[in-house]
């Protein structure tokens, strides 16, 4: 089975701009989270995603959206970026099921540099 | 609300010694845990987990890990690191809840794990 995919791996964006990630699951996966890596904060939840709606939140300001497809594809959305928005943007797949139990699987990243 | 500390920032270690990378928890809930490892530039990748039963738990790479539930403690050790065992190290836990309470996991800050020849 291919792993969970990123898109796109590296991107520069200046302040006030919005941009928008992807990730595309494990074939099966229902579940996509979404994390910040930061030096900074390190690893912090954004949200998760199943059946198309948002089914877990972190603390992280509304500039911050995702959504899910039907095809259980995800993206992220930052509107107005900022300088700390920079970051390693990881994306976790896993089978849905809604057990805390359940391993998540990640992709590459994709990281995001903010001038 | 659950919080993951590992003591450790760096660990620095030589080919073929032991190591143990310490990882400390706090919850009012029962929780799963895991450890995950991410190599330069490249994503976190599962170690091992550790979901109900046995305490010690053994993952890939030959690492293993030890639940203690009275100390919070799932520390994780390696009889011999290689210089390919370079890394960051990170410690994680998930709450354990009733229905549908989807999946967040909530990590510590890890662990650089640097070997000597």
């Known amino acids: 089975k291919a792993g969970v995919t990123q898109t796109p791996r590296y991107l520069i964006k200046t302040r006030g701009q919005q941009v928008t990630l992807s990730c595309s699951p494990i074939?099966?996966?229902?579940?996509v989270s979404w994390y910040q890596q930061t030096p900074g904060q390190g690893l912090q939840f954004l949200f998760e995603y199943f059946s198309e709606t948002q089914r877990n939140k972190g603390n992280f300001p509304g500039r911050f959206s995702g959504r899910q497809f039907s095809n259980s594809r995800s993206e992220m959305n930052v509107s107005t970026l900022e300088l700390g928005d920079s970051a390693l943007y990881l994306c976790a797949s896993s089978l849905g099921a809604g057990r805390s139990l359940e391993t998540q699987y990640f992709g590459p990243g994709t990281r995001l540099l903010v001038l | 609300a659950q919080s993951v500390t590992q003591l450790d920032s760096q660990v620095p270690v030589f080919e073929e010694a032991p190591v143990e990378l310490r990882c400390n928890y706090s919850s009012s809930v029962s929780v799963y845990l895991f450890w995950y490892v991410q190599y330069p530039n490249q994503g976190l990748q599962l170690l091992l987990k550790y979901l109900s039963g046995s305490t010690l738990v053994k993952g890939i790479n030959g690492f293993e890990a030890e639940f203690n539930k009275s100390q919070t403690s799932f520390h994780l050790r390696k009889p011999s690191v290689h210089i390919s065992d370079t890394a960051e190290y990170f410690c994680?836990?998930?709450?354990?809840?009733?229905?549908?309470?989807?999946?967040?996991?909530?990590f510590g800050g890890g662990t650089r794990l640097m070997v000597k020849p």
């Open positions: 994680a836990v998930s709450v354990s809840l009733l229905g549908n309470a989807g999946n967040m996991l909530t």
């Open positions: 074939s099966g996966h229902r579940s």
